[in-house]
């Protein structure tokens, strides 16, 4: 009788799905363990806002530097004004500034041109001024007579008195053409006035804008004495802006500072460019 082959020994059979599957697992890196990272980084984020969230309430809360004692900074006396709009030309005509206008005329009514009041103000003058009028304000006859001599058109004014007891007027002359404005400014800077005492001796400077990026110094020019009003002073500071010279004149009392009197005729020299 035959001897069969004696039986091979069973083998185990692996599934191959489960097989690579598990190889798969065994290559694959390991992740990593990032749950802790984003909790940190989390509380980290959370922190700072909210130590960004207190300084910003701090801060809020912190006085102002003028209400902190010894470090309160004085006002040195300026007003606050409203918003300045230069006036624009009439249809048609250029800017004073303009190459164009060689006369460097300011076309439109004058009065467009005066400088507002300050917040606070009690308004005063506010319309044209007669020639006469304003010679009047002078002690010299011939300063009146050269003014129609150059051919003074107008002269706009506005004037108004502040909380402090300053009373500011603002008069703008209008000549045919700046080189008639300019023959006269100096004539016009240097009169003498008709209600002021001794002129004083230290004429502080105020720096003033012409056309374009242009500047220069005209004094501020302080007398003393003001018939009527003991105990004030009157300002006047004389600018020429093409064909027009501005005069701004200032009377209050000794204690208001020369600021606003500046701060004025900066101003007004803007509103001219």
């Known amino acids: 009788m035959p001897a069969f082959p004696a039986a091979a020994p069973a083998q185990t059979y692996l599934d191959p799905a489960a097989f690579f599957a598990q190889l798969h697992a065994e290559s694959a890196p390991q992740p990593k363990r990032r749950h802790a990272r984003l909790v940190l980084r989390y509380v980290s984020v959370l922190v700072l806002a909210g130590a960004i ?3 910003t309430a701090y801060a809020v809360t912190l006085p102002r530097r003028t209400d902190v004692p010894f470090l309160a900074t004085p006002s040195d006396g300026r007003y606050t004004f409203p918003a300045l709009a230069r006036p624009a030309p009439p249809v048609g005509e250029p800017a004073p500034g303009a190459d164009s206008n060689e006369a460097q005329s300011h076309y439109g009514d004058l009065r467009q041109y005066l400088l507002p009041a300050p917040d606070g103000a009690v308004p005063k003058e506010d ?4 020639v006469a009028d304003f010679g ?3 002690t010299d006859a011939d300063v009146s007579n050269h003014l129609y001599d150059a051919g003074l058109r107008h002269v706009a004014r506005r004037g108004w008195t502040m909380p402090d007891g300053q009373h500011t007027v603002v008069e703008l002359l209008q000549f045919p053409d700046h080189q ?3 023959a006269v400014q100096d004539m016009v800077n240097d009169a003498a006035l ?3 005492g ?9 720096t003033v804008s012409s056309f374009g990026d242009a500047t220069f110094n005209v004094g501020v020019r302080t007398f003393d004495d003001v018939t009527g009003q003991p105990g004030h002073k009157e300002r ?3 600018f020429g802006a093409g064909d027009v010279v501005a005069v701004v004149t200032t009377t209050e009392p000794a ?9 004025v005729a900066m101003l007004e020299a803007q509103m001219l460019r």
């Open 194 to 196: 008709a209600k002021t």
């Open 127 to 130: 319309d044209w001024e007669s």
């Open 136 to 138: 009047s304000s002078l």
């Open 255 to 263: 204690a208001v500072p020369v600021v606003p009197t500046e701060q």
């Open 180 to 182: 008639a404005a300019y």
């Open 198 to 206: 001794r002129e004083e001796y230290v004429v502080p400077v105020v």
């Open 236 to 238: 006047r500071v004389v």
């Open 53 to 55: 969230g207190a300084g």
